[in-house]
T-cell receptor, first 113, second 115 residues
Framework: AQTVTQSQPEMSVQEAETVTLSCTYD???????LFWYKQPPSRQMILVIR??????QNATENRFSVNFQKAAKSFSLKISDSQLGDTAMYFC??????????FGKGTRLHILP | DVKVTQSSRYLVKRTGEKVFLECVQD?????MFWYRQDPGLGLRLIYF???????EKGDIPEGYSVSREKKERFSLILESASTNQTSMYLC??????????????FGSGTRLTVV
C-alpha cells in the first residue's frame, strides 16, 4: 500500500527564517507526482509546489523549493524568508499513475513575529 | 481563475436528517472527489467520480452516497446524518491533459455539525 508520512506534527519558526518540512512516501511505482498543499486558517487547500517523479531537477516556486530524493523516497519542502502568511497546515501528497491522491497527516507550521 | 465552489461554508443538521453537500467546478474537469478532514486523521477519501453518472467508493464510503448528473456538479449525500459525521468536508476536482497530472483544485470546505 502506498503511504505518505510527515514526521513533524507541528513546527514554529521566526519570521524571515528558513524552515524545512519533511515528507517520506512508500510506493512501488516508478512514475508518479508529488505535491505540497497549504491549508491556512481560511481552510482553502492551495497547491504550493508540484514535482514529477521522472524529473530529477527539484521544483521551485519563488520562496518554496523541494528536495526530491527518489531513491530515498523523500520529498521535503523548504520555505525561505518565511512570512507570517505562511502560517498554515502543510500537506504532502502523492498521486499514483491511476490518479489517486494520498495525503500525509500534515504539519502545522507557525511563523512567529 | 479556476474555481471549485461548495454551496455552504457552515451547516448544522439534526441526527437522522438527509443532508446534501453540493460542489460545482467551472474548469470542465472530468474528475471530482469528496474528502472529509478530521484532526489527527488527515484527509480521507469518501467517493470520487471520473465521469458523469460514474462513481467509485473511496476509503470511507459507509453512510454516504454521491450523485453526478452533470460534469460540473458532484453532490455528497448523507442519507441519515449521524453525530459521527460531524466533520469538515472538502470537494476537489482534477484533470490530466495528455496524461500529465497538475494536482487537485479544492473548494473552501463545508464544516458540518450534526446535533
Amino acid at each position: 500500500a502506498q503511504t505518505v508520512t510527515q514526521s513533524q506534527p507541528e513546527m514554529s519558526v521566526q519570521e524571515a527564517e528558513t524552515v524545512t518540512l519533511s515528507c517520506t512516501y512508500d510506493t512501488s511505482e516508478s512514475n508518479y507526482y508529488l505535491f505540497w498543499y497549504k491549508q491556512p486558517p481560511s481552510r482553502q487547500m492551495i497547491l504550493v509546489i508540484r514535482q514529477e517523479a521522472y524529473k530529477q531537477q527539484n521544483a521551485t516556486e519563488n520562496r518554496f523549493s523541494v528536495n526530491f530524493q527518489k531513491a530515498a523516497k523523500s520529498f521535503s519542502l523548504k520555505i525561505s524568508d518565511s512570512q507570517l502568511g505562511d502560517t498554515a497546515m502543510y500537506f504532502c501528497a502523492f498521486i499514483d499513475p491511476g490518479g489517486k491522491i494520498i495525503f500525509g497527516k500534515g504539519t502545522r507550521l507557525h511563523i512567529l513575529p | 481563475d479556476v474555481k471549485v465552489t461548495q454551496s455552504s461554508r457552515y451547516l448544522v443538521k439534526r441526527t437522522g436528517e438527509k443532508v446534501f453537500l453540493e460542489c460545482v467546478q467551472d474548469m470542465d474537469h472530468e474528475n471530482m472527489f469528496w474528502y472529509r478532514q478530521d484532526p489527527g486523521l488527515g484527509l480521507r477519501l469518501i467517493y470520487f467520480s471520473y465521469d458523469v453518472k460514474m462513481k467509485e467508493k473511496g476509503d470511507i464510503p459507509e453512510g454516504y452516497s454521491v450523485s453526478r448528473e452533470k460534469k460540473e456538479r458532484f453532490s455528497l449525500i448523507l442519507e441519515s446524518a449521524s453525530t459521527n459525521q460531524t466533520s469538515m468536508y472538502l470537494c476537489a476536482s482534477s484533470f490530466w491533459p495528455g496524461g500529465i497530472n497538475y494536482g487537485y483544485t479544492f473548494g473552501s470546505g463545508t464544516r458540518l455539525t450534526v446535533v
